[in-house]
Every structure is written in C-alpha cells, then in structure tokens.
C-alpha cells in the first residue's frame, strides 16, 4: 500500500531563513508527487507537481527515488509563505482515486 | 467564473437531522471526489465519481451518500446526523491529465451537537 509521511506537524523559522518541509514515500511503481498549499482562511490548492520541475512561489521540490523523498524547499522564506502544506502521492492514473495525502506541515515564519 | 462551490460553509445541526452538502462546479470536469478532514490530519477520500451516475465509495468508510445527476452538481447527504460525523468535507474536481491535479472548493465545516 502507498504511504505519505510528513514527519513535522509544526514548523518555524524566521523570515529569511531557508525552509524545508519534508516529505517521505513508500509505493513499489513509479510515483506522481505533489505539494498542496492551504494559506489560512483559504481554500486547499496544488502548489507544485513534480513532474513539471517547476518553482512557484519560491520553492522547489526534487524527487528522489533512492531516499523515496520529495522535500519541499525554499531558499529564503517569506511571512506570506505561513500555511499548511500538505504531500500528495498518486500512480499515474489520471485519477485521483489512488490519491494519498500526508498529515501535513503547518510552517510558521516568523519575522 | 470557474470555480467549485460548496455550501453551506459552516453547518451546526443536532443529532439524528438530514443533511445535505451541496457542490457543484462551473469547469465541465467530469471527476469528482468528496473528502473528509479532521483537524491535523490527512484528507480521506469518501466518495468520487467518473460522471453523471457514476459513483463509488472511496476508502474511508462514510454512512453518507452521493449523486452525481448532472456533470456539475455532486451533492453529499447525510441521513441521520451524529456527532461522529463532525468534521470538515472537501470537494474537488480533476482539473490536469495526472491523478493528483485536484481543484478543491472552501469546504464544509459540520458539526453536529
């Protein structure tokens, strides 16, 4: 059975700083992974998928299948970056039946 | 515009009344998921749905239900209210080619005295 492990549910650093939130898989095949984003009193939204090797906001998210990682990063954190975030693993179905998500990290940054 | 609309966003009822979630969503997606959310934890998916009179249990074992009559309206009904089933329901439609681009609406907050 696939798993998503977020080892830290609460995390802070102060503005500036470099972030990280981690994230850890196990699945036998050949993973999709995604980081979603909930700022407070707004909805749950896809912040960035691995496959796209993209940067939003800042952050970057490499996937490591040695280590079955796919920590979230980001150089220089921003107060605007507090909010709940949460890993997402899904086989490439183009469902998201087999979706499974982590129990999220709220990231706190402090100024 | 398009978006997902749920409501009511914040329910307060008594034990044993019927409920209904109501979502619907203005994009055409034809897949759409019901998740529940309790505070620090993971989503459970509940229900989902490939299109209209298509619908499926998810993992989480739920005593709602769903319909799915019309592409844009996927509606969650709970027959009997109970104070276990306070909690926070989300829905979403797949909006990408991959399994996990989901577009979730506010959700629900529910709680049942």
């Known amino acids: 059975a696939q798993r998503v492990t977020q080892p830290e549910k609460l995390l802070s650093v102060f503005k500036g700083a470099p972030v990280e939130l981690k994230c850890n898989y196990s699945y036998s095949g050949s993973p999709e992974l995604f980081w979603y984003v909930q700022y407070s009193r707004q909805r749950l939204q896809l912040l960035l998928r691995?496959?796209s090797r993209e940067s939003i906001k800042g952050f970057t998210a490499d996937l490591n299948k040695g280590e079955t990682s796919f920590h979230l990063k980001k150089p220089f954190a921003q107060e605007e970056d507090s909010a709940m975030y949460y890993c997402?693993?899904?086989?490439?179905?183009?469902?998201?039946?087999?979706?499974?998500f982590g129990s999220g990290t709220q990231l706190t940054v402090l100024p | 515009e398009a978006d997902i609309y749920q409501t009511p966003r914040y329910l307060v009822i008594g034990t044993g009344k019927k409920i209904t979630l109501e979502c619907s969503q203005t994009m055409g997606h034809d897949k759409m998921y019901w998740y529940q959310q309790d505070p620090g934890m993971e989503l459970h998916l509940i229900h989902y749905?490939?299109?209209?009179?298509?619908?499926e249990k998810g993992d989480l074992s739920s005593e709602s239900t769903v319909s799915r009559i019309r592409t844009e309206h996927f509606p969650l009904t709970l027959e009997s209210a109970r104070p276990s089933h306070t909690s926070q329901y989300l829905c979403a439609s797949l909006t990408g080619l991959f399994g996990g681009e989901l577009f979730f609406g506010e959700g629900s907050r529910l709680t049942v005295l």
């Open positions: 997402a693993l899904s086989p490439y179905s183009g469902s998201a039946r087999q979706l499974t």
């Open positions: 691995h496959i």
């Open positions: 749905s490939y299109g209209v009179n298509s619908t």
